[in-house]
């Protein structure tokens, strides 16, 4: 049976990046095109202009019957003075987070040598090179903890939040960063803050037990594993990017961790990411970035990071590693034969449209 594919385009730059990842997933495909089925759907903005809803019974229906989301990006300027919960992103793209239980965000972030100029780091901090996985769980911890919330007067009143991680989901992250790290350098670094949170403790014991068992288990690639304070963690991105694989972290520190890696690769262009579900394959598949207003409709987005998205999509969930780093590959000749949207060109760069860079990596496949 064919795999299906929702694909959800989005506003602003989302239709015009979109087209560009499926012209590469088809050539990628080739004779295999039709074991994948795509149908497309409103969402977000364009979704409430035809319907009155950013996330419509219809396109919630094509998600559920659907093996994976290929989601653009949604908003925009036309739509921000609606009320909170009728918002693109809010009334979009939380719920379908929610909905589908996508408790795993995945951001690969990379610099490809060609653009080490578009990095803020100093040439010499990024010699070694840039290619690491934030695995960051997302459903769970201090921002999903109960109780939370205020109470008291005066002097005395608080603000509280309870930081909680339930075994079982440790094991359930962990075991993705396992398998993500076995496809890669086989190394997670788990990042932690178990010398002052009890949570972390259990964090650490979960990760260490898992790694050590998966190692035991006579699987095909035995993981290397250290621990780092989240402190540490932040410092050690900037100052020696090239020592990470694998990092896998909490809600939280996932969130800090993977902004401040992400600015590495040069471009919010040209960062893809994951978000997986606790039941099976099932993942969204989106830009780091949002729909970019101040560029849509002229043609110039980089689509870098959609089709990488897509990339994404097919390794995680139907298993074509293979494909995946053919499309990857695609993309790192491109830049290497000096392919360059407005995004990533340097002074005196020569900078090209979306469907150029699209035709590029194409040719390159
Ligand atoms: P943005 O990511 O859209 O844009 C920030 C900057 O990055 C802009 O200068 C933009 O031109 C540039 N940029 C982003 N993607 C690019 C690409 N592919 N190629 C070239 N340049 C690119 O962030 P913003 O301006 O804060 O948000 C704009 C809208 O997007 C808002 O309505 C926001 O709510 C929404 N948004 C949506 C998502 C999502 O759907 N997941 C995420 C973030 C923001």
Redesign the pocket.
């Known amino acids: 049976m064919a795999h299906k594919i929702a694909v959800l385009a989005?506003d602003?730059?989302g239709p015009e990046?979109m087209e560009s990842a499926l012209a590469v997933l088809s050539r990628a495909l080739g004779s295999e095109s039709d074991q994948f089925q795509f149908e497309a759907a409103l969402v977000g903005g364009a979704a409430i202009d035809a319907t009155g809803s950013p996330l419509p019974a219809e396109t919630l229906k094509l998600c559920e019957q659907s093996d994976a989301i290929l989601f653009g990006?949604?908003?925009?300027p036309k739509w921000?003075s609606l009320p909170h919960e009728k918002q693109?992103?809010r009334g979009a793209?939380l719920p379908l987070r929610k909905h589908f239980s996508l408790f795993a965000n995945l951001r690969p972030v990379r610099l490809y040598p060609e653009l080490a100029a578009s990095s803020p780091l100093k040439a010499e901090r990024i010699a070694a090179g840039v290619d690491m996985l934030i695995v960051r769980e997302l459903t769970g911890g201090i921002y999903f903890g109960q109780p939370k919330g205020r109470s008291g007067d005066g002097a005395d009143e608080k603000g509280f939040d309870t930081m909680v991680y339930h075994r079982f989901e440790v094991e359930r992250i962990t075991k993705l960063a396992l398998e993500a790290a076995a496809l890669r350098k086989q190394r997670i670094t788990s990042i932690d803050k178990a010398n002052v949170l009890t949570t972390m403790v259990l964090w650490r014991e979960v990760v260490s037990q898992m790694v050590a068992e998966y190692n035991q288990s006579g699987a095909s690639a035995s993981i290397a594993l250290d621990h780092m304070y989240v402190d540490n963690a932040a410092m050690q991105v900037i100052l020696n990017p090239a020592r990470f694989d694998v990092l896998l972290c909490g809600n939280m520190f996932g969130d800090i961790i993977s902004d401040e890696a992400s600015v590495l690769g040069g471009?919010?262009?040209m960062l893809a990411s994951a978000s997986l579900s606790s039941s099976g394959s099932f993942g969204l598949y989106?830009?780091s970035?949002?729909?970019?207003?101040?560029?849509a409709g002229k043609g110039i987005?980089?689509p870098i990071?959609q089709i990488l998205s897509a990339a994404l999509m097919l390794r995680y969930s139907f298993e074509r590693d293979d494909l995946a780093r053919r499309i990857e590959t695609a993309v790192g000749r491109a830049i290497s034969a000096g392919a360059r949207?407005?995004?990533i060109a340097q002074a005196g760069e020569q900078s090209i449209s979306t469907k150029e860079m699209t035709e590029s990596i194409i040719q390159n496949l």
Do not use: C, H
């Open positions: 989005g602003g730059i990046v990006s949604v908003g925009g921000e693109p992103e793209l471009s919010l262009g989106e830009p970035g949002g729909t970019a207003p101040d560029i987005a980089n990071a949207t407005g995004d």
